[in-house]
């Protein structure tokens, strides 16, 4: 092993805790950037690609795609990323940049997609990282690294789910789910003229969802309200994963209204009214470059930034605890020790 070989955090196996593991750093391609990691954030991603839900991980496994680092090192082609550049990379690393949809400039729904993740070969709770350049992007120097890492996939997970639907008289939206993503939707469909009403299960979440500019709260667990709000929204917007009591929630949506799945939920569901009231169910994925770029800039502007509780990268695994138990108040930011501290 080389004085050059990195240190990061590997599952050996499905749904193993991650141990740390040495390997030598990845080649860079003509494109590529290496990118020292100062911060990763905790996605339930990560957790999903531990425990293969997606039926594509390969193992050993290093998570972590919510990344901020400085550039080390740059390939011969780098598109203005230079040496010592702050920059944040999220889930899309390595688009392969010659299908369809790549061509059209969507990367994000790259035809290659499970090879385009920035965890490949290995992600970001380590110490170091290769992507194309292309998706590294330079951080406005008054945005925290914290802040940033967030935003680098949470962030732009709602936004691009936001942003086709903003600019209509004060669209009304019901948002499932005050959580990593949830807390974070809120904010930017203030920014974007939304009538927002966040819609969780705890009620305790209430006094937060307003302070983060909800509009209105209901408890997805009081049927009244529920019933109340019958043919009340325009869109719904789903953060939430697992089960979802998706029979009162569809009937909050007005006639054509449209269902936007932005997590990774579990859907069944009675057809009945998904047929009979014309509704739509879309998935929003992520966001190409520019919309990215967007995201950042508007997240400035705006003030908009998530709540993170800061944790070191040798404590992932009590992080990834904390995530599964649902503690985490809302998004844990991992800082990697060896790197802040050279």
């Given at each position: ?41 905790l996605c339930y991603t990560d957790i999903q690609g531990i425990e293969d839900y997606y039926g594509i991980t390969d193992y050993p496994f290093v998570p972590g795609h919510e990344i901020v680092g400085r550039v080390s090192e740059t390939g011969k082609n780098t598109f203005g990323i230079k040496m010592g550049d702050r920059v944040g990379v999220g889930w899309l ?149 697992g089960d979802v009591r998706w029979e009162p929630l569809l009937e909050t949506l007005k006639k054509r209204g449209t269902l936007i799945l932005a997590g990774f939920p579990k859907l069944a569901l009675n057809t009945t ?70």
């Open positions: 092993m080389s004085d050059s070989a990195i240190l990061g955090y590997a599952a050996r196996a499905a749904g193993q805790p991650l141990e740390p593991i040495n390997y030598e750093p990845p080649e860079l391609g003509e494109n590529d950037v290496r990118v020292s990691v100062t911060h990763c954030g690393g390595r688009p392969c940049m010659r299908c369809e949809w790549c061509l059209k400039g969507q990367e994000q729904l790259c035809l290659h997609v499970v090879k385009a993740g920035t965890w490949v070969p290995y992600g970001g709770f380590s110490s170091s990282v290769v992507v194309d350049s292309r998706f590294a992007y330079p951080l406005p120097e008054a945005m925290s690294s914290e802040v940033a890492a967030v935003l680098m996939c949470a962030g732009i997970t709602v936004y691009s789910s936001l942003r086709p639907y903003a600019g209509r008289p004060a669209p009304k939206i019901g948002i499932i789910g005050v959580g990593g993503l949830g807390h974070l939707a809120i904010q930017f469909a203030h920014a974007l003229g939304f009538e927002v009403t966040a819609m969780s299960s705890s009620e305790e979440k209430k006094e937060q969802a307003l302070a983060f500019g909800a509009d209105h709260f209901i408890s997805s667990q009081d049927r009244s309200a529920l019933a109340q709000a019958e043919f009340g929204f325009d869109l719904l917007l789903c953060t939430a994963h009214d998904l047929v009979a009231h014309e509704l739509s169910i879309t998935g929003s994925f992520l966001g190409n470059r520019a919309t990215t770029r967007e995201m950042l800039s508007f997240a400035r502007e705006h003030g908009i930034k998530p709540w993170v509780e800061l944790m070191p990268m040798s404590q992932i695994n009590e992080a990834i605890q904390r995530l599964k138990q649902n503690k985490a108040r809302y998004r844990i930011v991992l800082f990697n020790e060896q790197v802040e501290n050279k």
